[in-house]
Nanobody, 123 residues
Framework: QEQLVESGGGLVQPGGSLKLSCTTSGFTFKYYNIGWFRQAPGKEREGVTCIHNSGDTTSYADSIKGRFTISRDNANNTAYLQMSSLNPEDPAIYSC????????????????WGQGTQVTVSS
């Protein structure tokens, strides 16, 4: 059974940084594209960034481009989201998912999901 577990969320001041981890099991991680998504209260889930199974292709939402970086460690079945320069537009539940396309990072095309981790930005 596919399992994805996010960690690393929390409270950070504006301008601060956080690194999220997505630890996986139950599927062959190195064959799956991975995405990070977020959903703020009252808003639709949006694709933040996605990475190809090989790690050589990524896509980023315009809202986070230059501030967030996705990466993966296929040897340890884990993906990461490094977030910097966090601002009041970034608080949300951040979730990782597996199995969808990288282009456009569409959340509806990803079949396997973690439970999410809360990111809060406040002074």
């Amino acid at each position: 059974q596919e399992q994805l577990v996010e960690s690393g969320g929390g409270l950070v001041q504006p301008g601060g940084s956080l690194k999220l981890s997505c630890t996986t099991s139950g599927f062959t991680f190195k064959y799956y594209n991975i995405g990070w998504f977020r959903q703020a209260p009252g808003k639709e889930r949006e694709g933040v960034t996605c990475i190809h199974n090989s790690g050589d292709t990524t896509s980023y939402a315009d809202s986070i481009k230059g501030r967030f970086t996705i990466s993966r460690d296929n040897a340890n079945n884990t993906a990461y989201l490094q977030m910097s320069s966090l601002n009041p537009e970034d608080p949300a539940i951040y979730s990782c998912a597996a199995g969808g396309p990288v282009t456009g990072c569409p959340p509806t095309d990803y079949p396997y999901w973690g439970q999410g981790t809360q990111v809060t930005v406040s002074s």
